[in-house]
């Protein structure tokens, strides 16, 4: 499919909150607390100040473990997002509120209710970023316990957003309550929901679409597509990537809006939003030096090693991280590191790190460093301006989530010396023209389907 280009095209942004990830400097002076509703509080009053669309907080249903151990390198508590974001809809009023829930764990009603009752309390700002779990470890912190089988992720998903849906649009535009009733493999419910449609229609729903059956997925159900960035760096708790170039974004945008037509969607029925993340400098040298020193905290000696044992599968603590690879060959362990999500087979990765290290005579760290994923924009204000000018109007993204490294003054300078740029450049919005989410984003209520 060819989408047509326009340079009146208009960039969306969003940002994520920066919790618990190797892409967090918790050793800068300038964080703060990932748990204080203050640093929440701060976050989203920045993101509202430079007029983006929504702030996305994730989901963490369970602590890593490394080694039979709590994983002590992330260990900070994690607040349930949608407590978090009920507390923000009265400090802010325009920007949206994205909550990161899963299906494998919930419920189409009381899930839907408490959505319903967010979009309410926010004047239709709300936003559900669905995700699906088949993690074991995570599964144990529930009554049913285990977890889902790979094959029955998707269609429970599918079946999931369906459902609330359904339950969305129960009432009438006019206020009135219509008894619902679902009959599927996975939910078998019937009743009358309890909240009333809300100001935008019901909430936006957000969807992670790289692979081939998380594409599909997201181009039958998302209003926004939330995609990786990168260009094939990874590491452990880490953001993954996936779309590090403007040809890999031009693909992989065309793919997902070339899949809307057979659902009976246009592609304006969709926004594409990758993951980014951004250093700036007065020079393009400084900002490369600024790069590479956020790269060095983001890899500690001990998160060196760290990555290493997850790809060796194998205890290497006893290994200097400023020294020569392990002369031990890397065995398959899942289970060494649990609740960690994996991207790429760890023994091969691990080969090709080791061939890395052998090319350019890397230490440990050095390898990590170099290897795993790197900032997406780098340099001046002005061109990092341009640069996601080019992306949007080039149909590689309708926008960008962006990804701060530090809690929760990450946004500032962007906001500060980025987002005037852009509308200098009639690229991004001067004001918020409405008030829901669905107004920010240019989507269209969803029709009742009375």
């Given at each position: 499919?060819?989408?047509?280009?326009?340079?009146?095209?208009?960039?969306?942004?969003?940002?994520?909150?920066?919790?618990?990830?190797?892409?967090?400097?918790?050793?800068?002076?300038?964080?703060?607390?990932?748990?204080?509703?203050?640093?929440?509080?701060?976050?989203?009053?920045?993101?509202?100040?430079?007029?983006?669309?929504?702030?996305?907080?994730?989901?963490?249903?369970?602590?890593?473990?490394?080694?039979?151990?709590?994983?002590?390198?992330?260990?900070?508590?994690?607040?349930?997002?949608?407590?978090?974001?009920?507390?923000?809809?009265?400090?802010?009023?325009?920007?949206?509120?994205?909550?990161?829930?899963?299906?494998?764990?919930?419920?189409?009603?009381?899930?839907?209710?408490?959505?319903?009752?967010?979009?309410?309390?926010?004047?239709?700002?709300?936003?559900?970023?669905?995700?699906?779990?088949?993690?074991?470890?995570?599964?144990?912190?529930?009554?049913?316990?285990?977890?889902?089988?790979?094959?029955?992720?998707?269609?429970?998903?599918?079946?999931?957003?369906?459902?609330?849906?359904?339950?969305?649009?129960?009432?009438?535009?006019?206020?009135?309550?219509?008894?619902?009733?679902?009959?599927?493999?996975?939910?078998?419910?019937?009743?009358?929901?309890?909240?009333?449609?809300?100001?935008?229609?019901?909430?936006?729903?957000?969807?992670?679409?790289?692979?081939?059956?998380?594409?599909?997925?997201?181009?039958?159900?998302?209003?926004?597509?939330?995609?990786?960035?990168?260009?094939?760096?990874?590491?452990?708790?880490?953001h993954g990537t996936?779309?590090?170039?403007?040809?890999?974004?031009?693909?992989?945008?065309?793919?997902?809006?070339?899949?809307?037509?057979?659902?009976?969607?246009?592609?304006?029925?969709?926004?594409?939003?990758?993951?980014?993340?951004?250093?700036?400098?007065?020079?393009?040298?400084?900002?490369?030096?600024?790069?590479?020193?956020?790269?060095?905290?983001?890899?500690?000696?001990?998160?060196?090693?760290?990555?290493?044992?997850?790809?060796?599968?194998?205890?290497?603590?006893?290994?200097?991280?400023?020294?020569?690879?392990?002369d031990v060959d890397?065995?398959?362990?899942?289970?060494?590191?649990?609740?960690?999500?994996?991207?790429?087979?760890?023994?091969?990765?691990?080969?090709?790190?080791?061939?890395?290290?052998?090319?350019?005579?890397?230490?440990?760290?050095?390898?990590?460093?170099?290897?795993?994923?790197?900032?997406?924009?780098?340099?001046?204000?002005?061109?990092?301006?341009?640069?996601?000018?080019?992306?949007?109007?080039?149909?590689?993204?309708?926008?960008?989530?962006?990804?701060?490294?530090?809690?929760?003054?990450?946004?500032?300078?962007?906001?500060?010396?980025?987002?005037?740029?852009?509308?200098?450049?009639?690229?991004?919005?001067?004001?918020?023209?409405?008030?829901?989410?669905?107004?920010h984003l240019g989507?269209?209520?969803?029709?009742?389907?009375?």
């Amino acid at each position: 499919m060819t989408v047509r280009s326009s340079s009146r095209k208009q960039i969306h942004l969003a940002a994520h909150f920066p919790g618990v990830n190797s892409a967090t400097v918790w050793a800068d002076p300038r964080s703060r607390s990932q748990i204080a509703f203050s640093s929440f509080e701060q976050l989203a009053r920045t993101a509202e100040r430079g007029l983006f669309d929504f702030l996305l907080l994730a989901e963490g249903l369970r602590l890593r473990e490394h080694k039979g151990r709590i994983h002590d390198l992330d260990v900070v508590g994690r607040p349930e997002s949608l407590t978090v974001l009920n507390a923000l809809a009265a400090v802010t009023e325009r920007i949206g509120l994205a909550a990161t829930v899963g299906t494998t764990f919930n419920e189409p009603f009381e899930l839907a209710r408490r959505l319903a009752t967010l979009d309410h309390l926010s004047g239709g700002r709300a936003a559900w970023n669905v995700v699906t779990s088949s993690d074991a470890l995570t599964g144990e912190n529930f009554r049913r316990g285990g977890y889902l089988d790979r094959a029955d992720r998707y269609p429970r998903a599918a079946e999931f957003v369906d459902v609330a849906r359904e339950l969305w649009g129960s009432w009438t535009p006019d206020g009135l309550p219509r008894p619902f009733a679902h009959r599927g493999r996975h939910f078998d419910i019937a009743g009358e929901f309890t909240v009333p449609r809300s100001p935008q229609g019901h909430p936006v729903v957000i969807r992670a679409g790289d692979s081939g059956e998380g594409r599909e997925f997201a181009a039958r159900t998302a209003d926004v597509v939330v995609s990786r960035w990168g260009s094939g760096g990874w590491l452990p708790g880490g953001h993954g990537t996936r779309h590090g170039t403007l040809e890999d974004g031009r693909a992989f945008y065309a793919d997902v809006k070339g899949r809307l037509a057979q659902y009976g969607r246009s592609a304006d029925d969709l926004r594409i939003m990758p993951g980014v993340s951004v250093v700036l400098g007065d020079t393009a040298a400084e900002a490369q030096e600024r790069a590479a020193e956020i790269r060095r905290q983001q890899v500690s000696p001990q998160h060196a090693i760290l990555a290493l044992e997850q790809l060796w599968g194998t205890d290497l603590s006893s290994y200097d991280p400023d020294g020569p690879f392990p002369d031990v060959d890397p065995v398959p362990n899942p289970t060494l590191t649990q609740g960690q999500n994996r991207r790429g087979d760890a023994v091969t990765l691990a080969e090709k790190w080791r061939a890395l290290s052998r090319e350019k005579g890397l230490s440990i760290r050095q390898t990590v460093i170099e290897a795993s994923a790197r900032q997406s924009f780098i340099g001046t204000p002005e061109a990092v301006a341009a640069e996601l000018e080019t992306w949007v109007r080039q149909d590689a993204a309708d926008g960008f989530v962006l990804l701060p490294h530090l809690t929760p003054g990450g946004l500032d300078e962007f906001v500060d010396r980025v987002v005037p740029l852009l509308q200098e450049r009639r690229a991004f919005r001067t004001e918020y023209r409405g008030t829901t989410l669905r107004s920010h984003l240019g989507l269209p209520e969803p029709a009742w389907q009375g």
